[in-house]
Structures are given as structure tokens and as C-alpha cells.
């Protein structure tokens, strides 16, 4: 027992001296990971202070800007863009103009009305409905089945006096962009789109604008007259005739021939302000044919957007407004007698976001068209929608 005491008490001091040697060795890899550790730290904060060096010299290499050289500061007042915005809305018009002709194929004297224009034909539809009471009553005391037709030259203009010949001529960022877009409001009237289309089409007829006191020799209205005058010739004849009519053939002569006179009377008579209707009638007439076409078109909505953009690099020069203009328009169209649609469309028309430089200098003011309605393949479009 002894013995064995004496072995394990000489194996201590070995033990100890081990555990020892692997404590100091622990305690050298933390402190060299701590040193690598600051050293790192050390490099990092020497390279935030080169940062921010280099940001504190761009600095002041702009701080002669009046603002923040990373904002860029753009100011707009009120209206601004609007004038810009009202040329490209133009140039989207004059497009869809060449849209609305290539697909209408309007016909010559076609009768152009634009927007809420109203085309104004009451005086001539009231004398057609006025005149067919006449000439019943005419046949009726001539005994006839029709009254003779139209004569020219035998009645003219001459027929409704010098006065109401007169009146005829008055009917007629460094570190961050900043962008904003906002619409614009554009009030362009639907006149200018007729306009467009008769400059493509001057044979179109757009009546607020005849001044023309001319009546040609088949103005249906005249020709009516006509009718109806030679009749009333023919009745006072049959009067006037030996041997004279029967009673009752006299008053049925007497009465046609008095109901044309307060017929001619009432149209030929001026009105208040010194209007006579059969002027308006005449000249109403003047429009319409055989084969007339009316042509209405619409300005059916408009506008454009304005695009602003603030940085580092407007503040030097770059572009930092730029401004688009559209329009909606569509077309009928029609047959007045039948009131048929023969054609109609409506167009998407604009123009991409331009600079407003080269809006106020008339460059890169181009349109687009896109028509609504499904398109023939064997026709070309009348344009793409830039993206």
C-alpha cells in the first residue's frame, strides 16, 4: 500500500505541469483572433473615412449650386407644360384626321359637322311638309294625277324678291431620382379636327362657312316652288276659261289657288329681326342631294401628361421636363335621308413623352393612331403606340 501511495504522489507533478501547457496555448489563439479581429475593424473604419472623404470632396467640388446637388430641385409654375401639351395634342389630331379619311373615303360635298355643330334643316323639312298640303290640293282641283315637273329657268331666285334674295347671303438624382407626373388639361375644339380633314379633303362641305349667295338651277326647294306655281297657273286658267267651271269645280280651283297664295305669303314674308324661312329653306336645300353623305366627327377626349424629374444631373443640364399629348376621336358616316351608319370608327391618337425643347423647337412632334375596333389584315394600320 505504500508503495503505491509513493507512485501515485511522484505522477502528480507531470499532470499538472501538462494541463498548464494547454491552458497557455488556449489563451495565445484568442488573443491572435482578437488581434486579427481589430485589425480588420481597422481596415473598415479606414475605408468609411476614405468614403466619406470622397463623398465631402464631390461636395464641394458642386456646393456652387443654388440646392441640394442630390435633389436637383425643379420648380413648375401654374400652366406649365399646357402650351407644349396643346402642340402635341394638335399633331395627335392632324393624325387621326388621316385616320378618320382613309377609313371613311368620304365623297365629294360631303357634309362635314364637327362636335355638338348642329346642322340645321328645320326650315327645309317644315316647306317640304307645307308644300305637300299645297300641291294635294292643287291636283285635286286640277283633277290630275301628278302636276308637272320641274322647268328650268322658269322659276328662279327672282321668285322670292330682292329682298329675301338679300337675306340668303347672311345663312352660314446623385443618389436618388425623384419624379412626378401629373396631367394637363387640353380644350381644343372639335373645329380643329374638321379643319384637319378638309385640308386633306377640300371637297367636304362644312355649312356654317357658306357665304355664297349662288342657288343653282335644281335647288329642290325652287323646284317645288316651280311645281307648284305652274299649277297655280293652270287653276286660274281653268277660272278664267269659257265655258266657265261648275260651281264646285270653282270653289275647289278657288280654294287650291288661295291656300298656294298664304302658302307663298308665309314663306316669302319676312319674320321678326327681318328672317324670312324661305331663305333659310333655299339655302338648307343647297346641302342636300341624291347622294349626299354627312361626315360628323368628335373630339371625344384630350389631354396630356407632364413627366418631372429631379437629381444631380438635371441640376447640370440633363433633361427634366417632358410632356405627351392625346386625343380620343371617332366619326359617323351617314345617309341624312335614311339616317344609316355606313362607316364609322374611333382612334386612340398621342405622342410619346418629348422634350420640351423639342416641342417649343417643333421637332419629334409626331402621332400615333391605334384604331378601337378590330382592323381588316389586308389594310395598314394607321400606327403603333410607342411603348
Known sequence: MISSLLIAAASCPSQSSAQSANENSAQEVAETEKARSEARKAAADARKAEIEAEIALEKARFSFLPQSPAEGKVTLGDGAGKAEAAMLTTSAIRKAAEEIVKKAKPPAKTILIAGSDQFDLSALLTFRAEAMGVEAQLKSALAVGDLASCTDGTIGVEIVGA??????????????TDTELRGIKTE???QLLARAIAAIEPGLVIPKYRINPAVSKNNSV???LNRLDLARGTAQAKLTAAPPPSADSKARLEGAIKRFDDFYQSWTKPGEGGTVRLAAAIAQAEFLGADTRV???HLDSQGGSL???????TALGAKAIAVSGGVVASFTLDDPATGAIEKSGVYICGTTLTDFRKVQKLKGLEAFCEPTE????????????AE
Open 307 to 313: 413627366l418631372t424629374r429631379r437629381n444631380l444631373w
Open 295 to 297: 361626315l360628323r366627327v
Open 163 to 176: 329682298g329675301v334674295s338679300t337675306l340668303i347671303t347672311g345663312v352660314a438624382g446623385m443618389l436618388r
Open 374 to 385: 378590330p382592323t381588316d389584315p389586308a389594310e395598314p394600320k394607321g400606327g403603333q403606340v
Open 188 to 190: 381644343l375644339d372639335a
Open 222 to 224: 325652287l323646284c317645288q
